[in-house]
């Protein structure tokens, strides 16, 4: 496959996991503003920056500042147009990726994502606000989420399927580790757990590997060490080194390029080492070390997957 190609297919899948993801993280610390979670100015404050660094934003200006806080930083990250990472921004990106791929994407594939696209679009935050954010963002997360069933539905599991699953869970392992990288460790209260784990989709699943395991599983060692829960650093980390072999047909434990030994490194570490690790710096320190191995791997696919031509 052609790397242009390989390359737009991977951020397609990328930019809607991030949109989904957002959404989610913006709902979820939305309604506990709302809720009284922050009680004063400077707590709110603190609070939405920490939301905003998670998702890879800054505010352009102090939230301390703003007159209502959570709504300031809704608007940028959803819908300012000098975010490039705002919801808005990622799924108008996914459909410029999406159009100069068409021919490689089913009709079903195309039309959700255009659909998401106008919808986005058409959106902002004096309508939305009038009953309220939650609505905008849980249909902007249910149609990022229903996208993945979408696409393992209606083309074939082949290369184009391949590099789609390499950005989803490419975008979704480090996306879990900044949930908890930006956790602040001094902060180790139920309900702030709570947020954390309902950030990453994470608080059900959590309550039944809780209840069933032998020992005591706490919250930062599920979050990036869960082997069945699909959005752990493990779990990501597992799909994407499956991936990578798949496309290169390499066997396991033999490495074709700099990505498969790159993303080899981190799943030893995550296998056989991780637990003493995590004991001996704590969770935070450990996803702040993971945020910075999968923004290696990501460099290593670029540089091994879609290697750039000179064209001078």
């Not at 001996?280 to 990501?298: K, P, Q």
Request: net charge negative; hydrophobic share 45%; proline share 4%.
């Amino acid at each position: 496959m052609l790397s242009r190609v390989a390359e737009s297919l991977y951020w397609m899948a990328r930019n809607v996991e991030r949109a989904e993801a957002i959404a989610r993280i913006l709902d979820t610390n939305y309604n506990r503003t709302i809720e009284n979670f922050a009680t004063t100015q400077e707590s709110s404050a603190a609070l939405w920056e920490s939301v905003l660094r998670t998702i890879g934003m800054q505010a352009p200006e102090p939230l301390a500042q703003a007159g209502n806080i959570a709504s300031t930083a809704l608007e940028y990250a959803a819908f300012a147009p000098t975010n490039a990472s705002s919801i808005a921004s990622c799924v108008r990106l996914a459909r410029q990726n999406a159009l100069g791929v068409r021919a490689e994407l089913s009709t079903e594939i195309w039309e959700a994502l255009n659909g998401l696209y106008l919808y986005t679009q058409d959106q902002s935050l004096r309508p939305i606000g009038v009953d309220g954010p939650s609505n905008f963002l849980r249909r902007i997360r249910d149609t990022g989420q229903a996208f993945g069933g979408v696409v393992d539905a209606t083309i074939t599991h082949a290369d184009e399927w391949l590099f789609l699953q390499l950005g989803r869970f490419m975008e979704r392992g480090w996306l879990t580790a900044r949930i908890l990288a930006n956790h602040d460790p001094s902060d180790e209260s139920t309900p702030e757990w709570q947020r954390l784990l309902e950030m990453a989709c994470a608080s059900e699943p959590f309550a039944k590997a809780h209840r069933s395991a032998a020992f005591t599983t706490d919250e930062a060692s599920f979050l990036l060490l869960d082997e069945r829960f699909p959005r752990s650093v493990r779990f990501c980390t597992r799909r994407i080194g499956l991936t990578l072999h798949r496309l290169s047909e390499s066997s396991e434990g033999s490495y074709a390029n700099e990505a498969e030994r790159t993303i080899g490194r981190l799943q030893a570490t995550l296998d056989y080492e991780a637990v003493n690790e995590i004991a001996e710096v704590g969770g935070v320190a450990f996803a702040a070390r993971s945020v910075v191995w999968l923004e290696e791997v990501h460099a290593a696919v670029a540089r091994s997957l879609f290697p750039r031509i000179p064209t001078a």
